[in-house]
């Protein structure tokens, strides 16, 4: 019934930029709340940004304020993570997500797409 696909991962310098995807089938997706999480090795997943439904309303975590944002284009039903000023130390794997609202909270996340990986060389 739901399928998150996340594309646009890759290889990329230290100081660089990346603009994630992540393309959703799913019944009134403007209806969704969206997040990023990404996931490096070893460590827990980690939430990133969040996107309301309408698009509106967003907020980041620290680790990432003024390098990423987060945007939603509800025509194409697509959600979208541009990165900036990256460091190795954003290299995961980052995975997009809907939610019934906003939150920084895996838990209130109903669904997941399968990752793009992201590598930031020194």
């Known amino acids: 019934q739901v399928h998150l696909a996340e594309s646009g991962g890759g290889l990329v310098q230290a100081g660089g930029s990346l603009k994630l995807s992540c393309a959703a089938s799913?019944?009134?997706?403007?209806?969704?709340?969206m997040g990023w999480f990404r996931q490096a090795a070893g460590k827990e997943r980690e939430f990133l940004a969040t996107i309301s439904s309408s698009g509106a309303t967003s907020f980041y975590a620290d680790s990432v304020k003024g390098r990423f944002t987060v945007s939603r284009d509800n025509r194409r039903d697509t959600l979208y993570l541009q990165m900036n000023s990256l460091k190795p130390e954003d290299t995961a794997v980052y995975y997009c997500?809907?939610?019934?609202?906003?939150?920084?909270?895996?838990?209130?996340?109903?669904?997941w797409g399968q990752g793009t990986q992201v590598t930031v060389s020194s």
């Open positions: 799913m019944v009134a997706f403007r209806v969704y709340a």
């Open positions: 997500s809907a939610a019934y609202k906003i939150s920084n909270s895996t838990g209130e996340y109903k669904y």
